[in-house]
């Protein structure tokens, strides 16, 4: 099979025992050691899929937002660029076991695109969140980075409305090129979802549509950072 033209399959996109075991822990985890704290929860849609935009300063996000988002963790699918996960064998294996992981690809040709959109559809026929971080890669020193516009394309294309989320204190936590964690205070922030705005004329052009696109990654953007929190008002943790 091409793999850049595979779709994922319903088991692999469900949710397992274990996943929901490392959910349940992750959670705990995130409460005791990092006092993690939750705002806008209330607005994650209940009855439809979305895409899950957050900033992205460490590997600590992932377990940030399985822990933050309460029953809707089931419904996540963590999109991992498939040139860095790829590297790990093992290790990889062991955290799609953890996690709802598929394979996304961030090359620019045309097999790519055909992947990636089989991959989105896919998650939206099964209802899930698709949580997807629009810098493409961790921010090396904790600030919000450009966003790519592919996050508009996919939205529109498919769909799909867009929550932004601010994670606070991830990379505190564990910068990237980091080993180990530590205890450090924890905040995730979601605010009401978004629409990509429709084309302006029934026959947009290629350069009308890519402004809009880009309009739209800068919106989310200026949300995702305006959600930023000072690190001195976040709780601090119980074992620090």
């Not at 806008?40 to 937002?65: I, K, M, R």
């Not at 809009?212 to 690190?231: D, K």
């Amino acid at each position: 099979m091409n793999p850049a033209a595979h779709r994922p399959t319903a088991s692999e996109l469900a949710t397992g025992r274990t996943q929901r075991a490392a959910t349940a822990v992750a959670t705990v985890l995130a409460r005791t050691f990092c006092a993690l704290d939750v705002r806008g929860l209330e607005h994650l849609p209940a009855d439809e899929p979305f895409l899950l935009c957050a900033n992205h300063t460490s590997h600590v996000d992932t377990f940030a937002l399985a822990s933050a988002t309460g029953a809707h963790s089931r419904r996540l699918v963590f999109l991992g660029a498939r040139d860095y996960f790829s590297r790990f064998g093992r290790r990889t294996w062991f955290i799609r076991r953890l996690i709802c992981l598929i394979p996304f690809d961030r090359g620019s040709g045309l097999a790519a695109a055909k992947h990636n959109f089989s991959l989105l559809a896919a998650c939206r026929e099964a209802g899930r969140i698709i949580v997807l971080f629009p810098e493409g890669t961790r921010s090396p020193d904790g600030t919000v980075r450009d966003f790519k516009p592919g996050v508009a394309m996919f939205a529109d294309k498919l769909s799909l409305r867009v929550v932004p989320c601010r994670i606070d204190g991830a990379h505190a936590m564990l910068p990237k090129g980091g080993t180990f964690p530590r205890p450090r205070p924890l905040r995730v922030t979601f605010d009401p979802p978004l629409s990509v705005p429709t084309a302006a004329t029934p026959h947009e052009t290629g350069a009308a549509r890519a402004a809009r696109y880009a309009a739209f990654a800068a919106q989310l953007h200026h949300q995702i950072a305006g959600l930023g929190t000072p690190s001195a008002s976040i709780p601090t943790p119980a074992f620090s």
